[in-house]
């Protein structure tokens, strides 16, 4: 066990798992993030609520640098990962995204079967010594997605035959296979009919138990289900972060209250 874990395991969760300083992102000259800092809990399910365009979905990206992927954006500040800097040279983006995994709004399985899906990261990341170990990754992570009992008589089968909710499933085991810290999802539930947000929103109270979970929502009754941090972005700004309940029943700042009770959105 590393130092780190070593200490959350001491102090429990007062360590935050990301800690975010000025961070500012642009696209080109549109600034869509304006000096957030925000320190992400450990082992708890963190939501980012706010009107369309407030910068949730950017923020979020910046957390396992997935704008890099944008040709116009930049992103300056300091996100550290566990105390150390996700931006720093040294760091490969590639591993980056192993340890901080993401979930986007609508299930995006590859067109391989159910078990290459999960499969897949392992393998490039080399994390699996024989095809056994690899197997028990497998079924391991289709059971934290809750999704063993209906895929394991059909890993062969492509992971596109599944329906939309186990396909999201299936995206969250993806993630999880390559054991990440984190998880980032990105508005995960609304492709999804309402039995299968359900079933999706009782796996994220599940998986708390082993990662810190960042969700973005455009549903402030999901967020208070789910979450028990909740920060609200208004115009790139991160206006107020604090405990869930807080935040929906005695807001600090009145552009919050304004929001939670339909004013503005
Ligand atoms: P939210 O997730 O809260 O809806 P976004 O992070 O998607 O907000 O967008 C924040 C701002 O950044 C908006 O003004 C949006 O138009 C802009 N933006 C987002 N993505 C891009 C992009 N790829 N290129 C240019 N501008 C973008």
């Given at each position: 066990m590393n130092d780190m874990r070593l200490m959350e395991r001491a102090v429990g969760h007062d360590i935050p798992k990301i800690s975010a300083k000025n961070v500012q992102v642009h696209y080109g000259d549109t600034h869509a993030i304006k000096d957030v800092d925000i320190?992400?809990?450990?082992?708890?399910?963190?939501?980012?609520?706010?009107?369309?365009?407030?910068?949730?979905?950017?923020?979020?990206?910046?957390?396992?640098?997935?704008?890099?992927?944008i040709d116009s954006c930049r992103v300056r500040g300091e996100i550290l990962l566990d105390n150390e800097d996700i931006y720093d040279a040294k760091v490969d983006p590639v591993q980056l995204r192993a340890k901080v995994g993401m979930v986007f709004q609508?299930?995006?399985p590859f067109p391989k079967s159910i078990y290459d899906n999960v499969a897949y990261g392992p393998k490039i990341h080399g994390l699996a010594a024989s095809k056994t170990e690899l197997d028990e990754i497998v079924e391991n992570s289709l059971r934290k997605a809750a999704l063993w009992d209906q895929a394991k008589d059909r890993l062969n089968q492509p992971g596109t035959g599944l329906s939309g909710g186990q396909q999201q499933r299936l995206c969250i085991a993806r993630a999880i296979a390559t054991s990440p810290d984190v998880l980032l999802m990105d508005e995960p539930c609304s492709a999804l009919d309402p039995i299968a947000t359900a079933q999706v929103e009782e796996l994220i109270d599940e998986l708390r138990e082993n990662f810190s979970v960042v969700i973005v929502t455009h549903s402030m009754q999901q967020a208070a289900r789910v979450s028990q941090k909740t920060a609200f972005f208004h115009l790139g700004n991160l206006v107020e972060f604090g405990e869930t309940n807080q935040i929906f029943t005695n807001p600090d700042d009145p552009r919050t209250e304004s929001y939670i009770t339909g004013r503005i959105g």
């Open positions: 320190e992400i809990p450990s082992k708890m399910v963190t939501a980012f609520i706010g009107p369309s365009g407030c910068g949730k979905s950017t923020f979020l990206r910046c957390l396992n640098r997935m704008n890099d992927t609508k299930p995006n």
